[in-house]
Structures are given as structure tokens and as C-alpha cells.
């Protein structure tokens, strides 16, 4: 096998539909300056992906434009030295550099990438007296972008300038750039079904196109990590139709209490692209990858030896959250505050049932061959191994573990109004409804808003890495509008807190696993443990290794190299528009 490993580049580049890791919290300005609290308080067009039973709070018609730009830091410090391989590379034995993310986003402004909310909510000037409908399109808030190459550039066979004398950097395996972009159109309708009880549902057809590269092994058991047998991998995916549905409501059992509540459902992407790659000066010609011979593909026809065709199966999780709020009213019925408690779920931890290893067919498989996971991609490139021009087998279809858990979060956000004149009485201002409905119609005014979260990791003990923000959060936020009778300005900003957190040593003990090809020094398995210099079974392994095509799951290669640190945080700011008439 020359340029196996070659599901490591296409696991990767799935990954990019978590938006580079896990959500941060809130929708635009307005809920993101809560800190995400605000499944219960959401009246405008941010509702729509928030909880689509607050549509049912605006007048008129609305309209929001929103926005929160994201910058996300990020650097691994892997422990241990560079392993002595045949090539006597001259930073053999020196210790592992600290790698920086340091991405390019294309729509990006200094780093920070903006993540949209536009939505358009109506009542069909008035012709819909207790329902609104919604149009609109939002992305789920991350950070897709990853570049961590700090300059590095791969060495291609047969390149006379090829450089084999600078370190590589140590997340290769992992990743060394990605982007993509995952849009949500989505309609919405919300319905009063009482003064206390609002309902709502939307349903979401998006897209996703992403793009990755990373370092894949060129030949089999490169556990000593040599630069020449590796292969570069690149690929490209792309989801036209990503189906998708949530629902919510909004429940005031007193004027100055309301429940929220939404639930949305998960999102599975089956993402379908091209695969190619270029050998390392170690490589050997005579044996490459190409495309496999129609009669044998699975997910497209017309694969060539340059790019070969791919699919990704997956799935962005199930999700839950619920909240509680308290409001401040004067003696005018006017809101002076509020405050919102919210609780949320995700369901990073779904997996998908496997094959049992000593089955014939396909051990190690998912049971299910149409299962979809959040932390178990599914990946089928359309390539074989062929010697000297001649087909001799296809690649493994195979999937790559994350190493997932659910993810629980606790919101807490609030707001101060400042009067800044007389209210006056206006039909379309969103708070001019009966007492259930909200305060009475104000004019200019201040609003400052403010909120704390915490988000558990995602991560399981050891399955940090660097494409895949899987660590616990804190993030605050700080934010300010300004409102009068026809419009809404908002801004904020934000920082989530993450730290510096370190994945164990992969072996049972808790010490490092860095497998060569000495003799009884393969696998993970602590010395004097039986089967000691072999490979553990796959569902004990603590953290990923690099993927064998040409193998099925559970006889992958042992070579965890995500030991070491993350240090990580992001920052935030938000702007935002509303209006209505």
C-alpha cells in the first residue's frame, strides 16, 4: 500500500460540518449578548433559529440582520521529541514545536468570521391575526477554519526544491488547513394559541461545501512519522440538501414569567466530493491509489487517478433547551429588566451500534450501514490500490471516531432598560400587546445586556485535537442596543474562556505511547500487560490514530498522536439590526 491512510483526509474534512467544534452559545447580537440565554425572551427575527415560538411576540413585519464575528485561538504543544526515522532528518530528537492556528477565512475581517442571522417575520399586514411566518438563514455559531502549518510546506516527490530539512508540524495527522461554510435557509411559523401560550416550527433545507488538507501516511506502519512517507491528502465535499426541523414555546403563567422551550432535531449530512493526493519522496511509484472501476464504486462514477470520488456520512446532534425568566415591570406594565435562566442538551454522545469482531462481514462496521453519528464519520472514498497500472483491491469503507460525549450547558442573561423619553402609543411597535405580551409600546431608549455561560466538554478524556474544539467553556458576554419606535441597533461582545487543557498519556497508566518499529514497542499496551508490544482493541484506545484504508476499523494502527496540550479560547463581537412597520 502506497498512499493508504487516506480516510484520515476525508474524516477531516467532515468535521468541518461542526463548524470546527462545538456551537457557542446564542444567534446574532442581541442573544448572543445574553450568553445564549434566551429561549425564552427571543421576539424577533433571531427567534427563528433561537425558539420559533417568540415569532409570535413581533408586529407587522420584521426584519433582522445580525451578526457575530468569531476569532478562535487555538495552539498545540504535543509532548515528546521528533522520532529517529531512516531519513536522519536534522530535528530528529528535538522536542515538538507549539503549532498556532492561524487561519485565512475568505469572507473573514481580520481573522473574524461573521456568522449571519437574516430573517423576515410577518403577520401579512394583518391578515394573520394570531400567526406569523418567517423566512430567513442562519449558520450555526463555530469556527471553521483551521491553518496549522505555520508555513510548512509538504515535500512532493520528484520536487527538486522539496524541503526535507524543516520539522513538520505535529498535528499533520490531524489537520493542517480546512474551511467550509454551512448555511441554514429556513421557514418558520408561530402561532398564539392563547395570551399565555405562543407555539412554533421551522424546517431548514441547508447546504455545506468544505475543503481539507491534511498529511495521511504513504505507507503502512510510518510509525516512526518520516516526512517521506507521507502523502498529502486534499479533499472536497459538498451537501446541497441537509433537511432539518425544530420546534418550540413560549408559556408566560404570570406577567412577569415566562417558560421557553426548544427542541432541534439533528442534522445528517451526506456529503459527496473528490479525493486527491501527492506522494512523499519516500513513496513508492510502482503502487498508487485510483479510482475503483464503475461496476464497484458507491458513491459516484467517473473517479480519474487525480481525484478520485468521496463520501462523508454524518450528523450534527439532536439538541434541547429549556428557560426560565423573570421580568422586572414598573407600575405601567413597562419591562425595566429581566433576567433568563437556561438550561441546554446536545447530543454529541449518539453512536452507532458496531459489528461484532469475530463476524464475518464487515467486523467493526456500523450495524446499521445508514447510521449516522455526530462522533462516528462514515467514509467511502472510491479508490483502489493499483501495481504496476493494474487494479488489485479497493479501499476499505470505513469510519473515524471522534471519542464524543454529551454536551451540557447552563446560560444565565439578563437586560436594564434606560428610558430615554416618553413612551407613546405606536400599533407596530413589538411590545404593544396585551399584558401577556410584553410591555406596553416605549420610545427611545437604552438596553444593556449581559450574560454568563458554561458549556461542558465534548471531548472524551484524551480525544482532544486540533480540527475539533471539543473543550469545556466559560464565555461572558457584555452588549448594548438602542431603540426607538421603528428600529433597533445592537452591539456586543464577547469572550469564551477555555484554557489550557491536556490530554493524558494514551496508554492505561496514563503515560505516553509512542510506538516504533523495535521489537515488542508497537501498540499501547503497558509493558508486561498480555499482548504487550501489539495493539489494543480499538474501543480501548484513548485518543486517534492515523487510518489504514486497507484495514478494517478494528485493526487500525496504534500511533495516538494527539498527546500534549490545546490552549484555546475565542472572541466575539456583535452587530445587529431590526426593524419593523
Not at 446574532?28 to 425564552?40: D, M, N
Not at 420584521?62 to 504535543?78: A, Q
Amino acid at each position: 500500500m502506497k498512499l493508504g491512510k487516506l480516510v484520515v483526509g476525508v474524516s477531516l474534512l467532515a468535521s468541518t460540518a461542526h463548524a470546527g467544534g462545538l456551537f457557542l452559545p446564542g444567534s446574532g447580537a442581541t442573544s448572543t449578548s445574553r450568553a445564549g440565554a434566551a429561549v425564552a425572551s427571543a421576539d424577533d427575527g433571531e427567534a427563528l433559529s433561537i425558539n420559533p415560538a417568540g415569532l409570535a411576540k413581533t408586529k407587522g413585519t420584521t426584519i433582522t440582520i445580525s451578526t457575530t464575528f468569531i476569532r478562535y485561538f487555538m495552539e498545540f504543544t504535543r509532548r515528546g521529541t521528533y522520532d529517529a526515522t531512516p531519513d536522519a532528518a536534522p530535528y530528529e530528537g528535538t522536542d515538538y514545536p507549539t503549532i498556532e492556528n492561524d487561519p485565512k477565512p475568505p469572507l473573514g475581517v481580520a481573522k473574524f468570521q461573521p456568522i449571519p442571522v437574516v430573517a423576515v417575520v410577518t403577520d401579512l399586514g394583518g391578515r394573520l391575526t394570531d400567526a406569523r411566518l418567517a423566512i430567513g438563514l442562519y449558520a450555526p455559531q463555530g469556527y471553521p477554519f483551521r491553518d496549522m502549518t505555520a508555513g510548512y510546506k509538504f515535500p512532493v516527490a520528484g520536487d527538486p526544491d522539496a524541503d526535507l530539512e524543516s520539522a513538520p508540524p505535529p498535528s499533520r495527522y490531524d489537520i493542517l488547513t480546512q474551511e467550509s461554510r454551512l448555511l441554514l435557509p429556513t421557514i418558520a411559523a408561530a402561532y398564539r394559541l392563547s395570551p399565555k401560550l405562543d407555539i412554533g416550527a421551522r424546517f431548514t433545507a441547508g447546504s455545506l461545501q468544505s475543503k481539507s488538507v491534511v498529511a495521511v501516511w504513504g505507507t503502512p506502519f510510518n510509525v516512526g512519522e518520516s516526512v517521506r512517507n507521507d502523502s498529502l491528502f486534499t479533499a472536497e465535499v459538498k451537501d446541497g440538501f441537509i433537511p432539518a426541523f425544530g420546534f418550540g414555546l413560549a408559556y408566560r403563567p404570570s406577567p412577569n414569567l415566562e417558560i421557553g422551550f426548544n427542541y432541534s432535531s439533528a442534522i445528517v449530512v451526506k456529503a459527496k466530493g473528490t479525493a486527491s493526493s501527492v506522494k512523499g519522496p519516500g513513496v513508492s511509484a510502482d503502487r498508487v491509489i485510483g479510482p475503483l472501476p464503475d461496476e464497484m464504486t458507491s458513491c459516484a462514477t467517473g473517479g480519474t487517478f487525480e481525484q478520485q470520488k468521496a463520501c462523508i456520512n454524518l450528523q450534527l446532534p439532536r439538541s434541547a433547551t429549556i428557560g426560565l425568566r423573570y421580568k422586572v415591570l414598573d407600575a405601567f406594565h413597562r419591562e425595566k429588566g429581566d433576567v433568563e435562566f437556561n438550561v441546554a442538551w446536545e447530543n454529541w454522545g449518539k453512536k452507532c451500534e458496531l459489528r461484532g469482531l469475530d463476524e464475518e462481514i464487515d467486523p467493526g462496521q456500523f450495524e446499521d450501514p445508514g447510521c449516522t453519528s455526530p462522533g462516528q464519520y462514515k467514509v467511502v472514498i472510491d479508490s483502489g490500490l493499483y501495481t504496476n497500472g493494474n487494479f488489485a483491491q479497493p479501499l476499505e469503507k470505513n469510519y473515524v471516531n471522534y471519542g464524543l460525549k454529551d454536551v451540557y450547558s447552563f446560560r444565565l442573561g439578563g437586560s436594564y432598560h434606560l428610558l430615554r423619553s416618553a413612551p407613546t402609543i405606536d400599533p407596530m411597535s413589538p411590545n404593544s400587546g396585551p399584558p401577556f405580551d410584553g410591555p406596553p409600546p416605549r420610545g427611545e431608549e437604552i438596553i444593556v445586556r449581559g450574560g454568563i455561560a458554561y458549556d461542558t466538554a465534548a471531548a472524551e478524556t484524551g480525544w482532544l485535537r486540533s480540527n475539533f474544539d471539543g473543550a469545556a467553556r466559560v464565555t461572558t458576554t457584555v452588549g448594548a442596543a438602542f431603540r426607538t419606535r421603528r428600529f433597533e441597533i445592537n452591539l456586543g461582545g464577547g469572550f469564551v474562556y477555555e484554557g489550557t487543557n491536556t490530554n493524558p498519556g494514551a496508554k492505561a497508566d496514563g503515560s505516553d505511547c509512542n510506538p516504533t518499529l523495535a521489537a515488542g514497542n508497537l501498540g499501547c499496551r503497558a509493558a508486561g500487560d498480555p499482548g504487550s508490544g501489539q495493539d489494543r482493541p480499538i474501543n480501548e484506545r484513548q485518543g486517534p490514530d492515523p487510518t489504514n484504508p486497507l484495514l478494517q476499523p478494528p485493526f487500525q494502527t496504534e500511533n495516538p498522536y494527539n498527546q500534549g496540550s490545546y490552549k484555546s479560547h475565542y472572541l466575539l463581537f456583535m452587530l445587529g439590526f431590526s426593524t419593523w412597520f
